[in-house]
Nanobody, 127 residues
């Protein structure tokens, strides 16, 4: 089992920044794909960013490219999502997810490939 705990959400004005953290614990040795997803009220959950932990290859949704950065600290078993130039449309519940033994080319936003999910952290951006 892998446990994921997100933190760092909050309320900011448009143009501001937040950094989300996702701390993983448990049997993390087989997790090689970490992703951030978000779900706004009335909308489906969508992928935001993903990182293939063996090598650090990253993948971003078009809507956040150039504004968000996903990174990892292997020593701390933690994945981060640095969010800059936030917009009201970024308002959502943000979830961290971990995939086990995911192929290099598959570490993107196919949600069925992610085995574990966190409880989420709320991000609210006001105009």
């Amino acid at each position: 089992q892998v446990q994921l705990v997100e933190s760092g959400g909050g309320s900011v004005q448009a143009g501001g920044s937040l950094r989300l953290s996702c701390a993983a614990s448990g049997y993390t040795y087989s997790t090689n794909c970490m992703g951030w997803f978000r779900q706004a009220p009335g909308k489906e959950r969508e992928g935001v960013a993903a990182i293939y932990t063996l090598g650090g290859r990253t993948y971003y949704a078009d809507s956040v490219k150039g504004r968000f950065t996903i990174s990892q600290d292997n020593a701390k078993n933690t994945v981060y999502l640095q969010m800059n130039s936030l917009k009201p449309e970024d308002t959502a519940m943000y979830y961290c997810a971990a995939g086990l033994k995911v192929g290099f080319a598959d570490c993107m936003f196919e949600q069925h490939l992610y085995n574990y999910w966190g409880q989420g952290t709320q991000v609210t951006v006001s105009s």
